[in-house]
């Protein structure tokens, strides 16, 4: 995922809609990025599963949520948040102050998957997101298991 090029309605979903959309139109704008975002981060600080994720972020989540949600806004073809506020979003360097492993990687992408069933994405769009999820998650690891 780079804030460079936003994921695009038509990038392997041709099976789905208008192909001109941004997947930001077909996702449901700011109010089911939002949505999201914010059930992802409610079931990393609910469920017992996510412990280990929960643990490397900061005892509030808002700054995280709103970070996450203003960089998918941007990614996904809406309005670029993150980098308005921020500058490139840098992945990889921000996110080296915490030690990601295959543990943390999997909780984040299991908590995504959920969120995002959870607030009815059609599971042929959460599938390949979650393809572009996985690919960036694995990306991030950074220490050994």
Same mark, same amino acid.
């Given at each position: 995922?780079?804030?460079?090029?936003?994921?695009?309605?038509?990038?392997? $979903?041709?099976?789905?809609?208008?192909?001109?959309?941004?997947?930001?139109?077909?996702?449901?704008?700011?109010?089911?990025?939002?949505? $999201?975002?914010?059930?992802?981060?409610?079931?990393?600080?609910?469920?017992?599963?996510?412990?280990?994720?929960?643990?490397?972020?900061?005892?509030?989540?808002?700054?995280?949520?709103?970070?996450?949600?203003?960089?998918?806004?941007?990614?996904?073809?809406?309005?670029?948040?993150?980098?308005?506020?921020?500058?490139?979003?840098?992945?990889?360097?921000?996110?080296?102050?915490?030690?990601?492993?295959?543990?943390?990687?999997?909780?984040?992408?299991?908590?995504?998957?959920?969120?995002?069933?959870?607030?009815?994405?059609?599971?042929?769009?959460?599938?390949?997101?979650?393809?572009?999820?996985?690919?960036?998650?694995?990306?991030?690891?950074?220490?050994?298991?």
């Amino acid at each position: 995922m780079t804030a460079a090029r936003a994921l695009r309605y038509d990038d392997g $979903m041709s099976d789905l809609q208008n192909e001109s959309q941004t997947l930001y139109d077909v996702i449901g704008g700011e109010a089911r990025v939002r949505e $999201m975002v914010d059930r992802f981060y409610d079931l990393m600080e609910l469920e017992p599963e996510f412990a280990v994720l929960r643990a490397i972020h900061p005892p509030s989540t808002d700054g995280s949520r709103d970070k996450l949600f203003m960089f998918l806004t941007g990614w996904m073809g809406g309005p670029d948040l993150f980098v308005e506020r921020y500058g490139h979003p840098r992945l990889r360097a921000r996110h080296l102050p915490f030690g990601i492993g295959t543990v943390e990687r999997d909780q984040w992408l299991r908590a995504m998957a959920w969120a995002m069933e959870d607030v009815g994405i059609e599971e042929s769009l959460r599938l390949r997101l979650m393809e572009s999820f996985y690919q960036t998650a694995d990306w991030m690891r950074n220490k050994p298991d």
